[in-house]
């Protein structure tokens, strides 16, 4: 049992390159979701899913875009990468009401220049 | 205004010693209340959740909430040095039309227990 994974763990991207960044879970959980962790401003949400085919825009969305195709994936896509998205990156997962637990995964740091 | 306030630190403190952390809060629609732990270059881990105004022990911890105040607090008793990490407040209010509980998080306090 894996919990929740995600790859890459570290990359550079140069400004206006794209990437993807691919969080899968093996806890059978109906909810995920992408935060972003930057210095002094805390985790804050990108993106989430509440079940297979569905995603909904979160605190910070712009410059993002997620697709939850299978329901142990969530990818976070980058189509224009800006230095203002250094960042570090995680996935979480909850088995079913957004009051359950979310498990974290180990982050992607993510560096563009 | 931030809608959590939580000082960074960071709080160095010797072994053995009683923690006390603190999160204050503006949205008086938070009914849930959380604790994450992160340790460097970890995700966060839930520690400890409540709903209620007063305490709830789990072992060393102790999770307090006053919902009059717009104050929680964690309190870490025989802190050890394994306790040494980065704690995250969290609060959550109502189900949104999407059937979705913004969880706000605390930027954190930085913790060390020196041996």
């Known amino acids: 049992n894996a919990g929740v994974t995600q790859t890459p763990k570290f990359r550079v991207l140069k400004t206006g390159q794209s990437m993807t960044l691919l969080c899968a879970q093996d806890m059978n959980h109906e909810y995920m979701y992408w935060y972003r962790q930057d210095p002094g401003m805390g985790l804050r949400l990108i993106h989430y899913s509440v079940g297979e085919g569905t995603t909904a825009k979160g605190e910070v969305p712009d410059g993002y875009n997620v697709s939850r195709l299978k329901k142990q994936n969530f990818l976070l896509g980058l189509e224009s990468a800006a230095p203002s998205q250094t960042s570090v990156y995680f996935c979480?997962?909850?088995?079913?009401?957004?009051?359950?637990?979310?498990?974290f995964g180990p982050g992607t740091r993510l560096t563009v220049t | 205004q931030k809608e959590v306030e939580q000082d960074p630190g960071p709080l160095s403190v010797p072994e053995g010693a009683i923690v006390s952390l603190n999160c204050t809060y503006s949205n008086s629609a938070f009914q849930y209340f959380m604790w994450y732990r992160q340790y460097s270059r970890k995700g966060p881990e839930l520690l400890m959740y409540t709903y209620s105004s007063g305490n709830k022990e789990d072992g060393r911890f102790t999770a307090q909430v006053d919902k009059s105040s717009k104050y929680i607090s964690l309190f870490i008793r025989d802190s050890q040095p394994s306790d040494s990490a980065t704690y995250l407040c969290a609060m959550s209010g109502p189900l949104n039309s999407g059937g979705y509980q913004k969880v706000t998080f605390g930027i954190g306090t930085k913790l060390q227990v020196i041996p």
């Open positions: 979480a997962s909850s088995y079913n009401l957004p009051l359950d637990e979310q498990y």
